[in-house]
Protein backbone atom coordinates (compact mmCIF):
# COMPACT_ATOMS: atom_id res chain seq x y z
CA UNK A 1 0.00 0.00 0.00
CA UNK A 2 0.84 3.54 -0.54
CA UNK A 3 1.59 6.22 2.13
CA UNK A 4 3.01 9.40 2.35
CA UNK A 5 4.95 11.20 5.42
CA UNK A 6 5.74 15.27 5.25
CA UNK A 7 8.45 15.96 7.71
CA UNK A 8 6.94 19.18 10.31
CA UNK A 9 3.41 19.91 10.50
CA UNK A 10 4.53 23.47 10.38
CA UNK A 11 7.71 24.81 8.68
CA UNK A 12 8.52 28.60 9.42
CA UNK A 13 11.12 30.78 6.89
CA UNK A 14 11.91 33.99 6.58
CA UNK A 15 10.38 35.87 3.68
CA UNK A 16 13.41 36.11 0.55
CA UNK A 17 15.24 32.57 2.31
CA UNK A 18 14.92 29.18 0.70
CA UNK A 19 11.55 27.05 1.13
CA UNK A 20 12.06 23.12 1.90
CA UNK A 21 9.70 21.31 2.52
CA UNK A 22 9.93 17.29 2.55
CA UNK A 23 8.20 14.40 1.17
CA UNK A 24 8.78 10.78 1.54
CA UNK A 25 6.49 8.16 0.13
CA UNK A 26 6.05 4.41 0.15
CA UNK A 27 4.77 2.54 -3.08
CA UNK A 28 4.97 -0.84 -4.39
CA UNK A 29 5.36 0.07 -8.26
CA UNK A 30 6.37 3.43 -10.07
CA UNK A 31 4.74 6.59 -8.45
CA UNK A 32 2.88 9.58 -9.43
CA UNK A 33 4.14 12.19 -7.14
CA UNK A 34 1.77 15.84 -6.43
CA UNK A 35 2.27 18.39 -4.38
CA UNK A 36 -1.23 20.80 -3.79
CA UNK A 37 -1.49 24.22 -1.90
CA UNK A 38 -4.30 25.49 -0.17
CA UNK A 39 -4.59 28.91 1.00
CA UNK A 40 -6.72 30.02 3.43
CA UNK A 41 -10.49 29.17 2.63
CA UNK A 42 -9.95 28.05 -0.84
CA UNK A 43 -9.75 24.51 -2.73
CA UNK A 44 -6.40 22.90 -3.53
CA UNK A 45 -4.38 24.10 -6.37
CA UNK A 46 -2.06 21.53 -8.18
CA UNK A 47 1.18 22.98 -7.56
CA UNK A 48 3.67 19.92 -9.79
CA UNK A 49 3.67 16.66 -10.85
CA UNK A 50 6.01 13.73 -11.64
CA UNK A 51 4.96 10.89 -13.96
CA UNK A 52 8.40 9.52 -14.15
CA UNK A 53 9.43 12.27 -17.39
CA UNK A 54 12.29 14.23 -16.05
CA UNK A 55 13.76 14.07 -12.12
CA UNK A 56 13.62 17.75 -11.33
CA UNK A 57 9.77 19.11 -12.06
CA UNK A 58 9.27 23.19 -11.97
CA UNK A 59 5.56 23.97 -11.21
CA UNK A 60 4.01 27.19 -10.58
CA UNK A 61 5.02 30.11 -8.28
CA UNK A 62 8.42 29.40 -8.63
CA UNK A 63 8.49 25.69 -6.80
CA UNK A 64 10.02 22.72 -8.15
CA UNK A 65 10.97 19.37 -6.64
CA UNK A 66 12.90 16.59 -7.28
CA UNK A 67 11.91 13.07 -7.17
CA UNK A 68 15.13 10.62 -5.23
CA UNK A 69 14.00 7.23 -6.22
CA UNK A 70 16.90 6.05 -3.94
CA UNK A 71 15.74 8.21 -0.66
CA UNK A 72 12.27 7.90 -1.91
CA UNK A 73 11.67 11.16 -1.30
CA UNK A 74 9.79 14.13 -3.43
CA UNK A 75 11.00 17.34 -1.43
CA UNK A 76 9.64 20.90 -2.59
CA UNK A 77 11.56 23.71 -2.62
CA UNK A 78 11.74 27.33 -3.77
CA UNK A 79 14.73 29.37 -4.02
CA UNK A 80 13.57 32.79 -1.80
CA UNK A 81 10.19 32.70 0.37
CA UNK A 82 7.11 35.20 -1.05
CA UNK A 83 4.59 36.36 1.70
CA UNK A 84 2.11 34.86 -0.41
CA UNK A 85 3.38 31.69 0.05
CA UNK A 86 2.06 30.98 3.41
CA UNK A 87 -0.71 28.17 3.07
CA UNK A 88 -0.93 24.45 3.84
CA UNK A 89 0.99 22.21 1.19
CA UNK A 90 0.04 18.87 0.69
CA UNK A 91 2.08 16.03 -1.00
CA UNK A 92 0.83 13.59 -2.35
CA UNK A 93 1.00 9.86 -4.47
CA UNK A 94 -0.69 7.41 -7.15
CA UNK A 95 -0.19 4.12 -8.14
CA UNK A 96 -0.46 2.88 -10.86
CA UNK A 97 -4.63 2.70 -11.63
CA UNK A 98 -5.86 5.33 -9.68
CA UNK A 99 -8.07 2.82 -7.42
CA UNK A 100 -7.11 4.12 -4.51
CA UNK A 101 -7.35 7.88 -5.60
CA UNK A 102 -4.50 9.77 -4.22
CA UNK A 103 -3.05 8.79 -0.74
CA UNK A 104 -2.29 12.46 0.81
CA UNK A 105 -0.11 13.68 3.81
CA UNK A 106 -0.78 15.40 6.95
CA UNK A 107 0.14 18.59 5.32
CA UNK A 108 2.57 20.95 6.40
CA UNK A 109 1.74 24.71 7.31
CA UNK A 110 4.17 26.93 5.65
CA UNK A 111 4.64 30.15 7.86
CA UNK A 112 6.87 33.42 5.99
CA UNK A 113 8.76 35.88 8.55
CA UNK A 114 8.58 39.21 7.33
CA UNK B 1 -13.73 27.92 -18.27
CA UNK B 2 -15.53 26.52 -15.06
CA UNK B 3 -14.18 24.37 -12.05
CA UNK B 4 -15.02 22.06 -10.10
CA UNK B 5 -18.07 23.18 -8.01
CA UNK B 6 -19.72 21.99 -4.73
CA UNK B 7 -22.64 22.33 -2.86
CA UNK B 8 -23.34 23.40 -0.68
CA UNK B 9 -20.52 25.47 0.88
CA UNK B 10 -21.08 24.95 4.61
CA UNK B 11 -23.86 22.85 6.03
CA UNK B 12 -25.05 22.59 9.98
CA UNK B 13 -27.34 19.27 10.49
CA UNK B 14 -27.80 17.53 14.05
CA UNK B 15 -26.91 14.26 14.55
CA UNK B 16 -29.12 11.86 13.65
CA UNK B 17 -29.90 13.67 10.15
CA UNK B 18 -29.03 12.56 6.75
CA UNK B 19 -27.24 15.02 4.28
CA UNK B 20 -26.76 14.90 1.01
CA UNK B 21 -23.83 16.65 -0.57
CA UNK B 22 -23.46 17.83 -4.49
CA UNK B 23 -20.54 17.85 -6.64
CA UNK B 24 -20.41 19.03 -10.61
CA UNK B 25 -17.28 18.37 -12.02
CA UNK B 26 -15.12 20.03 -14.85
CA UNK B 27 -17.53 19.26 -17.87
CA UNK B 28 -15.57 16.38 -19.91
CA UNK B 29 -13.86 15.14 -16.86
CA UNK B 30 -14.98 11.23 -16.64
CA UNK B 31 -12.86 11.00 -13.29
CA UNK B 32 -14.62 11.89 -10.26
CA UNK B 33 -13.20 11.56 -6.53
CA UNK B 34 -14.39 12.41 -3.43
CA UNK B 35 -12.58 12.85 0.08
CA UNK B 36 -12.73 13.81 3.83
CA UNK B 37 -10.58 16.31 5.69
CA UNK B 38 -11.01 16.43 9.06
CA UNK B 39 -9.67 19.09 11.31
CA UNK B 40 -5.77 19.52 11.33
CA UNK B 41 -5.78 16.21 9.28
CA UNK B 42 -4.64 15.49 5.27
CA UNK B 43 -6.92 14.42 2.97
CA UNK B 44 -8.72 11.13 3.36
CA UNK B 45 -9.72 8.84 -0.07
CA UNK B 46 -13.35 7.97 -0.08
CA UNK B 47 -14.22 6.76 -3.63
CA UNK B 48 -14.22 7.45 -6.90
CA UNK B 49 -16.03 6.99 -9.81
CA UNK B 50 -14.57 6.45 -13.68
CA UNK B 51 -17.45 6.94 -15.45
CA UNK B 52 -21.12 6.30 -13.46
CA UNK B 53 -19.23 3.31 -12.12
CA UNK B 54 -17.57 3.56 -8.75
CA UNK B 55 -15.48 -0.03 -8.71
CA UNK B 56 -14.25 0.22 -5.82
CA UNK B 57 -16.29 1.04 -2.14
CA UNK B 58 -14.43 0.35 0.52
CA UNK B 59 -12.30 3.66 1.26
CA UNK B 60 -16.03 4.22 2.37
CA UNK B 61 -15.73 5.39 6.07
CA UNK B 62 -18.93 3.07 7.28
CA UNK B 63 -22.36 1.79 5.84
CA UNK B 64 -23.90 5.19 5.96
CA UNK B 65 -22.20 6.83 3.83
CA UNK B 66 -22.99 6.22 0.28
CA UNK B 67 -22.22 7.34 -3.53
CA UNK B 68 -23.50 8.03 -6.72
CA UNK B 69 -22.82 9.44 -10.26
CA UNK B 70 -25.14 9.87 -13.17
CA UNK B 71 -24.89 10.95 -16.43
CA UNK B 72 -21.11 10.94 -15.74
CA UNK B 73 -21.84 14.65 -14.80
CA UNK B 74 -22.84 15.17 -11.14
CA UNK B 75 -22.14 13.00 -8.10
CA UNK B 76 -23.48 13.01 -4.57
CA UNK B 77 -22.47 11.77 -1.41
CA UNK B 78 -24.81 10.94 0.78
CA UNK B 79 -23.84 10.43 4.44
CA UNK B 80 -27.23 8.85 6.82
CA UNK B 81 -27.74 9.03 10.38
CA UNK B 82 -24.91 11.67 10.83
CA UNK B 83 -22.50 11.34 13.78
CA UNK B 84 -20.16 14.33 15.15
CA UNK B 85 -17.29 12.17 13.78
CA UNK B 86 -18.71 12.99 10.21
CA UNK B 87 -18.27 16.84 10.93
CA UNK B 88 -15.30 17.46 7.97
CA UNK B 89 -14.59 19.13 4.82
CA UNK B 90 -15.62 17.22 2.08
CA UNK B 91 -14.07 17.87 -1.26
CA UNK B 92 -14.53 16.79 -4.64
CA UNK B 93 -11.99 16.22 -7.61
CA UNK B 94 -12.46 15.37 -11.07
CA UNK B 95 -9.86 14.65 -13.94
CA UNK B 96 -9.96 13.91 -17.27
CA UNK B 97 -8.75 10.27 -16.86
CA UNK B 98 -7.58 8.41 -14.45
CA UNK B 99 -3.97 9.21 -12.99
CA UNK B 100 -4.23 12.58 -14.41
CA UNK B 101 -4.26 15.63 -12.33
CA UNK B 102 -7.07 16.13 -10.03
CA UNK B 103 -8.77 19.42 -9.87
CA UNK B 104 -10.36 20.03 -6.61
CA UNK B 105 -13.99 22.07 -5.72
CA UNK B 106 -14.03 24.53 -2.51
CA UNK B 107 -15.44 21.72 -0.15
CA UNK B 108 -18.22 21.54 1.47
CA UNK B 109 -17.68 22.03 5.30
CA UNK B 110 -20.24 19.76 7.31
CA UNK B 111 -20.82 20.45 11.73
CA UNK B 112 -22.77 17.75 13.06
CA UNK B 113 -24.15 18.60 16.04
Known amino acids: AQSVTQLGSHVSVSEGALVLLRCNYS??????LFWYVQYPNQGLQLLLKYTSAATLVKGINGFEAEFKKSETSFHLTKPSAHMSDAAEYFC????????????FGKGTHLIIQP | GAGVSQSPSNKVTEKGKDVELRCDPISGHTALYWYRQRLGQGLEFLIYFQGNSAPDKSGLPSDRFSAERTGESVSTLTIQRTQQEDSAVYLC???????????FGPGTRLTVT
Open chain 1, 92 to 103: AVSEGGGADGLT
Open chain 2, 93 to 103: ASSPKILMEQY
Open chain 1, 27 to 32: SSVPPY
